[in-house]
């Protein structure tokens, strides 16, 4: 079956611009995970979806990212006001239960801030 | 990454064995995953341990002992398309399923 797509790929945005970024999970996992990979760092948790129950907000940098999840799938992660520290990729990721939550991982959107 | 080690780079010739090694902080330990990651792309689930012992899976077997906080990928019979990231990542318990990750190790294979 498909994977974890994520849209756009890349996006290059000028410095204290709005990005929104998407990603459609695999198909029925009601799991899912934002993450972000600067350069020569491991991955670092923003973000947590699991159902219908409360997001886990925990790994959010600041006040200026924020993510939906509508319909229990495609998510929405959005950075304001954009900083040249945000660049990276941001990656995310799906799980199910069925699976023993095991997360698979979209290909990832790489943003570049000006 | 949070408490998480591993080593940066290793080198290791095609046809070799190499055992990438990662040491983890145990409290609130729910499992140990391995991911696979080639530059630019996203990173490939491996393996997943939660009790003590190897488990094998073709080329790859990866070893966990919970009581010391200790994990390691083995590759077997390494080949050109196994130069990668290997990153080492822990599950936290309760009600969230978060992965911490390490900085991963790169592993380069040599003819």
């Known amino acids: 079956g498909a994977g974890v797509s994520q849209s756009p790929s890349n996006k290059v945005t000028e410095k204290g611009k709005d990005v929104e970024l998407r990603c459609d999970p695999i198909?029925?996992?009601?799991?899912l995970y934002w993450y972000r990979q600067s350069l020569g760092q491991g991955l670092e948790f923003l973000i947590y979806?699991?159902?219908?129950?409360?997001?886990?907000k925990s790994g959010l940098p600041s006040d200026r990212f924020s993510a939906e999840r509508t319909g229990g799938s495609v998510s929405t992660l959005t950075i304001q006001r954009t900083q040249q520290e945000d660049s990276a990729v941001y990656l995310c990721a799906s799980s199910d239960r069925r699976q023993d939550y095991t997360q698979y991982f979209g290909p990832g959107t790489r943003l570049t801030v000006l | 990454g949070q408490n998480i080690d591993q080593p940066t780079e290793m080198t290791a010739t095609e046809g070799a064995i190499v055992q990438i090694n990662c040491t983890y902080q145990?409290?609130?330990?729910?499992?140990l995953f391995w991911y696979q990651q080639h530059a630019g792309e996203a990173p490939t689930f491996l393996s997943y341990n939660v009790l003590d012992g190897l488990e094998e899976k073709g080329r790859f077997s990866s070893f966990l002992s919970r009581s010391k906080g200790y994990s390691y990928l083995l590759l077997k019979e390494l080949q050109m398309k196994d130069s990668a990231s290997y990153l080492c990542?822990?599950?936290?318990?309760?009600?969230?399923?978060?992965?911490?990750f390490g900085t991963g190790t790169l592993l380069a294979v040599q003819p």
């Open positions: 198909s029925g996992h009601t799991a």
């Open positions: 145990t409290s609130g330990f729910n499992g």
């Open positions: 979806f699991q159902g219908n129950s409360a997001p886990d």
């Open positions: 990542a822990r599950r936290i318990g309760g009600a969230t399923n978060k992965l911490i």
